[in-house]
């Protein structure tokens, strides 16, 4: 019976506030067609295997193949109808976009199956980072940026306090969840969040002080090989300082996934 009116309530809802698309704003499905295709896709044969960056397969100019990730892969680059996914999303409360965005992550991640982990060497480190880094790339030299048999368990970024009581839901976590179902992966809420500007306004420097230190395992993941999501990955601050986090607590790997990365 609950079912029968909650699709009488949706029916009424869509009478009276027919769902739009949020690319151009016409009646119809939440992405139009035509929206569609102009979506951004990152061509993985071409991204940075290390950070996933757009063309940055040969010589990446937004890391230096110093990221502690196993891989990382985005699905768009950030703009235009991509950016509008993202923020309509989060900011305007548009839940039934988390399918839509798990899908786009995992059709990211198939694509990247395809394509290897890094292989060259990181670049302005510490012999010691120096020295960890190659170590992870010798590791996984030859494995494909994403097999779900090589992963255990999936966990996302978590929202701050300030953020999750602004939007009322932590929108990740929706994502996650939908896109575990599609991979048939755990989903572990592993990760704590203290307390953090909005990294939107800050720059690369400030950002990586911004997130310092603020993610806390509040899970066991010793052992585990870890799938961790974000909704946009700018310069990488906190999904590094989380995959620092996993590492620091036992974990055996970390490879990331986001939806969009910006260029």
Known sequence: MASVFDELKRTALEMAWPTRCIGCDKTGPLLCSSCEKSLSWIL????????????????????????????????????????RLVSVYKDENERRLAGV???????????????????????G??????REIKHLRTRHRGEGRFSENNLDALCFIPA??????????DHMEDVARK??????????????????QDQRALNRAERIENTR???????????AHILLVDDVITTGASVREATRALLERGACSVSGASVCRTW
């Open 213 to 223: 230190g603020t993610f806390r395992v509040v899970e066991e993941v010793r052992g």
């Open 44 to 83: 993985q044969r071409w991204a940075c295997p290390v950070c996933g960056a757009p063309y940055g397969w040969l010589t990446c100019t937004e890391c230096r193949n110093d990221w502690e990730l196993r891989s990382c892969v985005s699905a768009f680059i950030f703009d235009g109808p991509a950016a």
């Open 179 to 196: 896109l575990g179902a599609l991979l048939g992966l755990p989903v572990v809420d592993a990760l704590m969040r203290g307390t953090a």
């Open 101 to 123: 965005l798990a899908a786009s992550i995992a059709c990211a991640l198939d694509e990247s199956s395809s394509w290897q982990t890094a292989t060259k060497p990181a670049r």
């Open 125 to 130: 480190c510490t012999p010691a980072e120096a």
């Open 160 to 169: 701050t306090q300030e953020a999750y009581l602004r939007r009322g839901f």
